[in-house]
């Protein structure tokens, strides 16, 4: 029997996510079967180890359940999977990030050995501190792009993405989208039949390429800023009516060029931008909740051209306004 060998390393952490470790080993674990009963002969096996950069042998998650059975730290892996973390706010998780120099530097020292390096969910913010992210594009969960763009903004964040891969690297979205980047290192390691039988047996769904439809304002994690505030709230009391720059630095009491800047720094965006974003919010609002027609939608949203704004809806969620109510519209128990 010749068999090939592709070894992932999942770092374990104090306050790591169970869901991150769990999906990673059980996902593997199933492609490895599936590859066995493929190709007996030359079956792919997927290794994976989990260990700590401290040398423990356990490690307490969220829930406070503890996660044993750590492994030494490995000589060679093919990849490095740096779990979610919990936390509770923006200022929690930084707190928590910033005591992890030991896992940080086990970090970098992987990546000086030529070893691919993954983080999902918040592990994706993590990766981001240890500085191997400058320069390069990722993502993030969509909840802490805010807070990820103000803290490196020498990252080209695409927070919408679900899975990006630059270079040695790769970062995935909230904690589901672990099944995304699962998937490419599965097709990657044992081709694209593997990855498509591993995802119908699991009941992944491999066309989610973007976070964009799960996104909710109310949820964001933002760092508070007055400008920000002011600017959102006038925003949100006159969406329905016709909006410009102008109008918005003025009544944020700053000039059109603060403003434009102010929003690229802690929102990635232009006012403009901005503005499009949340109305397209609003109707994803009233989409998933009322009755409305969609023309009715769009004069509530501020638009005068529905077919104009259908484009803008599709753009930003990856969905039709059609699609989008049918799939998350409250429906009676």
């Not at 803290?151 to 630059?166: F, H, N, Q, S, T």
């Not at 925003?235 to 720059?245: A, C, D, I, N, T």
Request: aromatic share 6%; net charge neutral; glycine share 8%.
């Amino acid at each position: 029997m010749s068999e090939r060998s592709f070894r992932v390393g999942i770092l374990a952490m104090e306050g790591g996510m169970m869901s991150s470790v769990a999906s990673a080993t059980d996902t593997l674990l199933v492609a490895r079967t599936l590859a066995q009963i493929r190709s007996p002969t030359t079956a792919l096996n997927f290794e994976v180890l989990v260990f700590g950069a401290r040398g423990q042998t356990s490690v307490r998650t969220p829930t406070g359940l503890e996660l044993g059975g750590l492994v030494p730290i490995p000589e060679d892996l093919d990849l490095l999977l740096l779990p979610g973390i919990g936390h509770t706010s923006i200022k929690d998780l930084i707190q928590k990030m910033e005591g992890m120099r030991e896992e940080m530097d086990l970090v970098r020292r992987f990546h000086l050995r030529g070893v691919r390096i993954a983080g999902t969910c918040s592990g994706s913010m993590l990766l981001a501190e240890t500085g191997l992210l400058d320069g390069r594009r990722a993502t993030c969960s969509w909840w802490l792009a805010s807070a990820f763009r103000l803290r490196y903004p020498g990252i080209r964040l695409e927070a919408d993405a679900m899975v990006i891969e630059d270079g040695e690297f790769i970062t995935a979205g909230g904690a589901s989208s672990i099944q995304a980047l699962l998937m490419r290192l599965i097709a990657s390691a044992g081709g694209e039949e593997l990855a498509q039988q591993t995802a119908r047996m699991l009941l992944i769904d491999p066309e989610r390429q973007s976070q964009a439809p799960y996104v909710s304002e109310a949820l964001l994690q933002r760092p508070r800023h007055s400008l920000s505030e002011k600017a959102e709230h006038d925003l949100q009391h006159e969406l329905h009516r016709e909006l410009s720059v102008g109008r918005l630095a003025e009544a944020c009491g700053v000039s059109e060029r603060s403003l434009l800047r102010h929003f690229q720094a802690h929102l990635g965006q232009s006012p403009l931008q901005h503005i499009q974003h949340l109305r397209v919010e609003r109707a994803k609002a009233l989409l998933e909740s009322t009755h409305l027609s969609f023309d009715e939608i769009v004069e509530r949203c501020g638009y005068l051209d529905s077919a104009s704004f259908r484009k803008l809806f599709k753009r930003a969620t990856a969905m039709t306004p059609g699609d989008y109510r049918e799939r998350y519209r409250l429906r009676p128990h």
